[in-house]
């Protein structure tokens, strides 16, 4: 059974900076993998969906990775924003079911 | 441009009371999904919809039912609403699973915010 972590669970930093999230998965046999924002009490918002023969997707200020050999992916934000801040989840669809496995999220604050 | 509509947003109910959320498409998706979300959780899945096809999760109380009339529409249905099953509900469509099709991805609606007095 696919497993997902997220780490950090939670990241605080000032406006401008680069960082990265982090996302683990345990079947390295996915389909994809897609990032999702979420801002408090909505929905998810996709951000970028990368194929299993892909090594990355870039969408503006994002960039995905994907590392199937080593179960990671990794969301990269630059120039943070405050406007970025929101959780941020990742889905891995694998195996049989074909169904995404979700991350419980990062929750970034982008402080001015 | 709403593509994938749930309503309503924010629903109260009583204890035992049962209630109905309602998630309509616009993008002619095959499959439709519904997840529970609570506080600083992961999305759990209930169960999904490939056309007319039903798939219930596994630990997906019997509790939880859902109708997919059509393609736009899709239900769910909580029969008694218990205290726990207070939480975010998510509806997500995509135009096909993983796997049979090289493009895939996950639309979500709002979410309908369900509050069990």
């Known amino acids: 059974k696919q497993e997902v972590t997220q780490i950090p669970a939670a990241l605080s930093v000032p406006e401008g900076e680069n960082l990265v999230l982090n996302c683990s998965f345990t079947?390295?046999?996915?389909?994809?993998l897609q990032w999702f924002r979420q801002d408090p009490g909505k929905g998810l918002t996709s951000l970028l969906l990368i194929q299993s023969s892909q090594r990355e997707q870039t969408s503006g200020r994002l960039n995905a990775s994907l590392d199937k050999s080593s179960g990671r992916s990794t969301l990269y934000i630059a120039a943070s924003q405050p406007g970025d801040s929101a959780t941020y989840l990742c889905?891995?669809?694998?195996?049989?079911?074909?169904?995404?496995?979700f991350g419980r999220g990062t929750s970034l604050i982008v402080h001015p | 441009d709403a593509m994938v509509i749930q309503n309503p947003r924010y629903q109260v109910t009583q204890f035992g009371k049962p209630v109905t959320l309602s998630c309509s498409q616009t993008?002619?998706?095959?499959?439709m999904y519904w997840y529970q979300q609570k506080s600083s959780q992961a999305p759990k899945l209930l169960f999904h919809y490939y056309d007319k096809d039903f798939n219930n999760e596994a630990d997906t109380p019997d509790n939880f039912q859902s109708r997919r009339p059509n393609t736009s529409f899709c239900f769910l249905d909580i029969r008694s609403p218990g205290l726990g099953d207070a939480a975010m509900y998510l509806c997500?469509?995509?135009?096909?699973?993983?796997?049979?099709?090289?493009?895939?991805?996950?639309?979500f609606g709002p979410g309908t915010r369900l509050t069990v007095t």
């Open positions: 889905a891995a669809a694998s195996g049989g079911s074909y169904i995404p496995t």
């Open positions: 079947d390295s046999a996915i389909y994809n």
């Open positions: 997500a469509t995509s135009r096909d699973l993983p796997g049979l099709a090289t493009s895939y991805e996950q639309y």
């Open positions: 993008l002619n998706h095959n499959v």
